[in-house]
Nanobody
């Protein structure tokens, strides 16, 4: 099994930046893709970005393209999400997730970290 732990959330003013980190442990060799999602109160969970664990290939949701950057460090088993030019509408709980089987959905989730952007 894989375990994921997020960190780095907090309160930031609009226009500011935050860097979220996701530490993976356990059977990390089984990870195919890691991704970041968020869920705001009363809204559905939203995909933000993903990175291939070995390939490094990245993908982004249009809503964050150009503002958020996902990166991975296999040596440290961490995946980060650099968030710039934050807006109040970015306020949400942010989750790291891992896919361990090619073609399947994300099957492992962290506990989440809260991000609040004040106007």
């Amino acid at each position: 099994q894989v375990q994921l732990v997020e960190s780095g959330g907090g309160l930031v003013q609009a226009g500011g930046s935050l860097r979220l980190s996701c530490a993976a442990s356990g059977r990390t060799f089984s990870i195919v893709t890691t991704g970041w999602f968020r869920q705001a109160p009363g809204k559905e969970r939203e995909f933000l970005a993903a990175i291939g664990w070995r390939s490094g290939l990245r993908s982004y949701a249009d809503s964050v393209k150009g503002r958020f950057t996902i990166s991975g460090d296999n040596a440290k088993n961490t995946v980060s999400l650099q968030m710039n030019s934050l807006k109040p509408e970015d306020t949400a709980d942010y989750y790291c997730a891992a896919r361990t089987r090619v073609g399947d959905g994300y099957d492992t989730w962290g506990q989440g970290t809260q991000v609040t952007v004040s106007s």
